[in-house]
């Protein structure tokens, strides 16, 4: 029993309508009206495949698969939201390809023992409602319903007056689980497999991630009277800030860091900046030195606001804990990729998802399908299609080994 992966292609073609930028990408962020439609969707695919559709108070959708038992499902789960101009693949990938894990065991009539449930978890990219994977967090008892819907986007927007504006706001007694095992394919997003020649990966864990928003406050004047001695100009003091962040990650092994949003007031032409706002992201696989890479930039902000004349207020509002993912969740999509003859090896994710939150409350793992130049967030974002077709008969093959098989026929039904 395989998947069919012309079917998948299909799905990831037509999902990736749903947004599509001109250059080859999607720009689909949480609850916009495009995220609607992908959703719209998504259900109709789901009861189509004969899957009990229900919604959460978050907008988790989830398609449950009844097996011999009842109780605690296997999940197989991602996002089809995704960031400003990202890829085609990011989230939607392991969302398609679990719902083609369903239509396969429709295909061959298989009833596994345990139920399945296929999740779509809202705003896992944590772009316009910051910070990521809100809602699988929230379900995992990481963030309060009244934190979730009273996050804004830039506009003042919030996550609640959204999810209930594009029609998705549900019942919390809706919410995905109880879980017996949780499965997440994705594409890696960075460089380890096609470096090693291969076309997946078994995903042992995620590393800790922690979001800052700085805050530098000048004084707005004249760019044309106002002496250079006599400013205090936010803009300049935060390109200190942003040299200073890349520096502290590339002293530190293992660290990245990056500056992906900033926003400078009055942000015109003839005006002094007096006061600019900034993101800061850093990572790395060891918790106690996220907090030292944070301790740096602290002390690197003081150092600018004495010498500029600026304030800087540095506020850590997210931090994601490195986490290892279950040792028996790992050894079943291990043992799925070898049952498929698929050369693999074993990696740590460097990016975030919702696996990390599930993996808080129950047993979890990851499988990765090989990107291509290493690519993601961005137009560019791409895997072969072989490689997609081999990721997503990993999970097939791991969700048969979590769920167990009661029946099963041995050939695709006609048609
Ligand atoms: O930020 C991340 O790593 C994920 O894409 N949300
Ligand atoms: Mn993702
Ligand atoms: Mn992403």
Redesign the pocket.
């Known amino acids: 029993m395989r998947i069919n992966a012309e079917r998948l292609h299909e799905s990831l073609r037509e999902l990736a309508r749903i947004g599509a930028t001109p250059g080859g990408g999607v720009t689909r962020l949480a609850l916009s009206s495009e995220d609607r439609a992908a959703r719209d969707l998504l259900r109709r695919w789901m009861e189509d495949a004969g899957l009990q559709v229900r919604v959460d108070d978050f907008g988790n959708m989830t398609g449950r698969r009844a097996g011999a038992q009842s109780g605690a499902a296997v999940l197989m789960a ?2 089809i939201d995704t960031v400003r101009r990202g890829g085609r693949f ?2 939607a990938y392991g969302v398609l390809a679990a719902l083609e894990v369903m239509r396969t065991l429709n295909d061959f009539d298989v009833t596994t023992r345990a139920p399945l449930e296929l999740v779509n978890w809202t705003n ?1 990219e944590g772009v316009r409602f910051e910070p990521a994977m809100l809602a699988s967090g929230a379900v995992a008892g990481r963030f309060t319903p009244d934190y979730v819907y009273g996050r804004t986007d830039w506009d003042g927007a919030t996550f609640g007056d959204e999810l209930a504006r594009i029609g998705y706001k549900g019942e919390r007694q809706n919410r995905p689980g109880p879980i017996a095992a949780y499965l997440e394919l ?1 594409i890696e997003q960075g460089p380890v497999l096609e470096d090693a020649g291969l076309p997946v990966g078994v995903v042992e864990g995620i590393v800790g991630i922690t979001w800052s928003e700085v805050t530098v406050e000048g004084h707005a004047d004249h760019a044309g009277p106002s002496p250079m001695g006599l400013r205090r100009d936010a803009l300049v003091a935060a390109a200190r800030l942003i040299a200073g962040v890349d520096e502290i990650a590339r002293t530190v092994e293992g660290a990245v860091g990056t500056v992906g949003r900033i926003a400078a007031e009055p942000n015109v032409i003839n005006t002094i900046p007096g006061k600019v706002t900034l993101s800061v992201d850093f990572r790395h696989a060891d918790p106690a030195t996220l907090d030292t890479l944070v301790a740096s930039l602290e002390r690197l902000a003081r150092e600018i606001a004495a010498e500029t004349g600026v304030t800087m207020k540095v506020d850590r509002f997210w931090t994601s804990e490195p986490t290892p993912f279950a040792a028996e969740v790992v050894a079943a999509v291990q043992g799925a990729a070898d049952e498929l003859g698929l050369s693999s090896r074993r990696l740590w994710s460097g ?1 975030g ?1 919702d696996a990390k939150y599930v993996q808080d409350v129950a047993p979890s793992a990851m499988i990765f399908a090989r990107s291509i130049n290493g690519l993601s967030h961005c137009e560019e974002e791409y895997s072969a299609p072989e490689d997609l077709e081999a990721g997503a008969n990993v999970l097939l093959l791991s969700a048969l080994r979590l769920a167990g098989v009661e029946g099963e026929r041995s050939s695709r039904k006609r048609g």
């Open positions: 991602s996002h990011d989230g896992e994705h990016a998802h």
